[in-house]
């Protein structure tokens, strides 16, 4: 795909777009659609730990050392029974993820220690290896801004990763969204989804709308994105995902993307991206999840029977049938999926052991099925 055909000036345009226009761009996108399925992936979510070296401004993740008490990390056997758990709901995704650079923090840097790892990476890498081993699930890990190196060391034991670029925005980087967050820098965000690209990790990534980025900055992010996909291939998923304002966090009475900002968003990042899935979450904006379907969502991410979203605490998954009412309601099918599109399951993508999983878990999956 050449970016030629899609400008900044062209998406900004794109993204003001008004009146009976925004149903026009909306019907395009859903043609650019390549099958009439909508996928998921049944999932456990797994916070490592929620202490974290930022401190964005619209996050609830993110937990002071003093309110933590004991429950600063998640020990090896407690993840493993409740992969156990997992397990008997049906659960084939493993979702990983910890504040960024938790290490950096003494509480997690003393119980690491005692555990006999040097960082949360290296802890990550045995969680992951121990799921392989012992459960049915696959391992999807979200570590935040890491290196080459633990990226390549990551790969061996993930069917996929994932970081949320967030914004291209530097500017952001000075305003109470991201001004206490150094690993929010747009640099170093680059940097590792440009380094997965290289090694060649199935990604997810995507935006956050409505943090106090302007129109132009939207589009040059959604395009920078497209840069990325151009020169590797490697991403598989993108999540539009909207700021919404909760009661203690920094931006609380920050006003909230409107519904056709989102809308107008998802349209032209589905234009943008034709070759990628598109996600909505849909616990975030479940009363208009299907209004999402016509703007070419094609995907609704990691759905858990089992645990909740612990970066969105406050909005539940929808039930399995829920959404298949609502997706076959919208005149599509509901499709489990696992952590890794089917695309990126070779060689070129996956190690050995990833792909010796997939290859049971496949076998197991149509057995029951039949």
Partial sequence: MSLSLYSPERIIQLLNTQGNDILKLMAEASSKRLHSHITYSKNIFLPLTELCRNECGYCTFRKDPETINNSVLMYPSEVILRLKKAEKYGCREALFTFGEHAE???????????????????????????????????PHSNPGTISLENLKMLKEVNASMGLMLETTSQRLMSTIAHEKSPGKNPWLRLQTIENAGKLKIPFTTGILIGIGENIRERAETLLELRRIQDKYGHIQEIIIQNFQSKPGIAMENYREPSLLELIKTVAVAKLIFPDVSIQVPPNLNLETAQIFLMCGVDDWGGVSPLTPDYVNPEAPWPEIKELELLTNEAGFKLKERLAVYPQYMSPDYLSDWILEKIDKMENSYKTRKQ
């Fill in 104 to 138: 950096e923090l003494a509480p997690v840097k003393n119980i690491l220690n005692n555990l006999g790892f040097e960082d949360m990476v290296e802890y990550l890498y045995h969680l992951c290896l121990e799921t392989i081993k012992k459960t049915s699930l696959l």
